[in-house]
């Protein structure tokens, strides 16, 4: 087995699988050390004992793994993880059905890279994608107000689009769309500049701050955000979590914000992740009846989170939602049309 592809592995299992962000880069790391070096040279210092520990950023546990791959065997550990005997992180949900609908994704409209809070440069974030099948996905780093996620400035979005355009380039035909997941200031308003939100692909527009707004307020507040003609999809709508001391849920009239997606083709987000998994259940039953379309989503912010789709699948597939109203359905040219026309398919 080529070592790095069993580091790398381990590294999205561990990510898939909630284990800390600090195991899963250590293999991260070791990938890259062993990718840079020439096939002979690793070879050497495997047959040496310790070679493969005196390098920087290779341990105990990354070098047995690299030596089981050079033997021909799938590393220990590898197969540990990949059977579930391994632990790792927190629990994971239960994924009860939405397998149909998971096959159905063609891409991935909320996803994060180093360029704010996300740990993995953005080429390794594609690359995942293209791993996992998607024939696209979104690119949406968090926005300036967002000082703790590093949200990127109006200067450092426009050079962001520069490097998701020479990326292109090199990964035809998958194809990165640019995007952005943009705050919804306590008015309503945008965190960012106009004219530059609408030269992206994706918008995704989400509630950070003031998450216990008053019930009206809150509700004017999405109704003005999901109303904007530069808004595709609200993201995690509720702003809850569900791990460590959690966090509940923001209060507005779903009826009305709802109703509101429907009439001006916002897509609501399924968010996949497995703190948040939002909407609930009740409200994405809510959101269906009020006839809006849906974009599931992983919100990862390393590669193996990519994988997350299967929650949001799962649960869609439990409250009713018509594959034929989820955006990720579609091909890229086909969502690209619908953001700029709101023209479905």
């Not at 050497?44 to 005196?54: I, N």
């Not at 962001?160 to 194809?175: D, E, H, M, T, Y």
Request: glycine letters at 8%; one cysteine or more; charged letters at 25%.
């Amino acid at each position: 087995m080529n070592p790095v592809d069993a580091l790398t592995r381990i590294a999205f299992l561990l990510e898939r699988d909630r284990a800390s962000a600090y195991r899963a880069q250590a293999f991260r790391t070791a990938a890259e050390v062993i990718a840079s070096m020439p096939a002979a040279e690793v070879r050497r210092k495997a047959a040496t004992p310790g070679g493969l520990e005196s390098l920087p950023g290779l341990g105990p546990k990354t070098a047995a793994v690299v030596r089981e791959a050079l033997s021909g065997q799938v590393p220990s550990y590898l197969a540990r993880l990949e059977t579930g005997e391994e632990p790792t992180g927190g629990p994971m949900p239960p994924v009860e059905g939405g397998e149909e609908l998971r096959a159905a994704l063609r891409g991935d409209c909320h996803l994060h890279s180093d360029w704010s809070d996300g740990g993995t440069p953005i080429e390794d974030m594609a690359r995942t994608a293209i791993a996992l099948g998607h024939e696209w996905a979104a690119l949406t780093d968090h926005s300036p107000r967002l000082t703790v996620a590093r949200g990127l400035s109006a200067e450092r979005l426009r050079e962001q689009l520069k490097v998701v355009a020479a990326l292109n380039k090199r990964l035809a035909p998958f194809r990165l769309l640019t995007g952005i997941e943009c705050d919804i200031l306590a008015d309503g308003s945008l965190d960012q500049n106009p004219d530059l939100l609408d030269q992206l692909d994706v918008v995704v527009a989400s509630v950070h701050s003031k998450l216990r707004m008053d019930r009206g307020e809150m509700t004017q507040r999405l109704v003005a955000a999901v109303t904007s003609p530069l808004v595709d999809v609200l993201g995690h709508c509720t702003g809850r979590l569900l791990t460590g001391r959690g966090r509940p849920e923001s209060e507005f009239d779903a009826d009305m914000v709802f109703a509101a997606c429907a009439a001006y083709d916002t897509a609501v987000e399924i968010n996949s992740r497995p703190e948040r998994l939002d909407p609930p259940r009740r409200l994405l039953r809510e959101a269906v009846a009020a006839g809006v379309y849906f974009s599931i989503d992983s919100d990862a912010h390393a590669p193996g989170q990519l994988d997350w789709q299967i929650y949001g699948c799962a649960r869609a597939a439990q409250c009713g939602v018509p594959a034929g109203r989820v955006i990720n359905t579609w091909s890229a040219e086909q969502l690209l049309h619908w953001t700029r026309t709101r023209e479905a398919p």
